[in-house]
């Protein structure tokens, strides 16, 4: 994938981000009401001076070098990014209407007047400087002053806090006694997830001891809490799980070292794992249910 370095183009008239941060807790300490025009997350700031980082070309390709676009674009990790589209002239580009469904996918990982709780921030910051303890994609920001991050920061800090409904909770019960049946079914054609899945870092569906069939319940809170990290709880599409096995005309990944189960986004078991993600407890459909109508 060709990459372009994006300059911005005007300087921005950027407020002092602590100053905004100090008046912003301070309204809503005092309670003021007086904010009645509460500022946003600016979009076209997004687009000028932040979006153009997930392209900027450093010289290099895997964790720490590669453009954070090349493990970003549609692939379900929660900063799911649009594909990037070329000119005739090989130059890569989004369009207005992509930029704007990358907005919405990257405002829902920062925190409004919060910089150091958001989690785009947090993420490629190396941990001494406040990073997160993990990133698959490896550490950019060696530290907060680096002039991507202060632009990151900036525009983060610039908006109002505002309040947010908690994710929801996943249903346990739910994993345990369904979710987990869809990673034993085997549809025709295909392997089950636990022939690949049963062990590693990627270990959602451990290896069940002889003598059983299913997991015990403390077997199952383990493959709970691996599965967690590819659940991105109230976001069926930027949780791995549903999009690594989902075809990639409909959505999924471009690469899964493992079939496509589902065909659709419209497929019931799609629908019911979907609705689990959002917090619900639907009925189960798995496999062969799903295709004869659950009962
Ligand atoms: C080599 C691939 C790769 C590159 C390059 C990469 N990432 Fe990632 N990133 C991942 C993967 C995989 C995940 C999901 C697993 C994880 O959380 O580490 C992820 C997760 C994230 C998340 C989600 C955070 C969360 O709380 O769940 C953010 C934000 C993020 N990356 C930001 C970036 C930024 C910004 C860049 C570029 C400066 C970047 N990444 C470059 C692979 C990459
Ligand atoms: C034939 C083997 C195979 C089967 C069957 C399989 N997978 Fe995978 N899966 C892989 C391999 C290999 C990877 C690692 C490479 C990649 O990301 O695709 C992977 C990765 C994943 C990931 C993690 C992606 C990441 O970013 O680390 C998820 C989630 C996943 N598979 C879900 C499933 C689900 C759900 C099923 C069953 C419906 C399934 N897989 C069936 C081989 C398989």
Not at 259 to 284: I, K, N
Request: proline fraction near 9%; include cysteine.
């Amino acid at each position: 994938m060709s990459c372009v370095r994006r300059p911005s183009r005007r300087p921005l008239g950027v407020p002092r981000p602590s100053t905004v941060l100090a008046l912003a807790l301070l309204a809503s300490v005092s309670g003021t009401s007086g904010v009645a025009g509460q500022e946003p997350l600016s979009f076209e700031r997004y687009r000028e001076a932040i979006e153009p980082i997930f392209l900027v070309d450093r010289g290099g390709w895997g964790p720490g070098r590669a453009p954070c676009v090349t493990c970003h674009a549609e692939q379900g990790t929660p900063l799911r990014l649009q594909r990037l589209r070329e000119t005739a002239g090989g130059e890569v580009y989004w369009s207005e209407e992509d930029s704007r469904r990358n907005f919405e996918v990257v405002s829902r990982l920062v925190t409004p007047g919060d910089p150091d709780r958001s989690r785009l921030l947090r993420k490629a910051l190396v941990v001494p400087e406040g990073g997160a303890a993990l990133h698959v994609g490896g550490k950019f920001f060696e530290s907060k002053s680096d002039p991507e991050w202060q632009a990151m920061a900036d525009w983060v800090a610039a908006a109002d806090p505002v309040e947010r409904p908690a994710p929801p909770r996943l249903d346990f019960d739910f994993f345990r006694d369904c979710v987990q049946r869809m990673y034993v079914d085997k549809r025709p054609g295909d392997v089950e997830c636990i022939h690949c899945h049963e062990t590693g870092v990627r270990g959602f569906a451990r290896h069940i001891p002889d003598g059983r069939d299913f997991w015990n319940q403390e077997e199952s809170r383990g493959n709970f809490a691996i599965t967690r990290r590819y659940v991105e709880p109230g976001e069926p599409m930027m949780s791995r799980l549903l999009t690594h096995p989902l075809a990639p005309a409909a959505g999924g990944d471009y690469f899964h070292g493992g079939p496509r189960r589902w065909d659709s986004t419209d497929d019931p078991e799609w629908q019911m794992l979907a609705a689990w993600v959002r917090g619900e407890t639907p009925e189960c459909v798995v496999g062969a249910e799903a295709d004869a109508g659950s009962g």
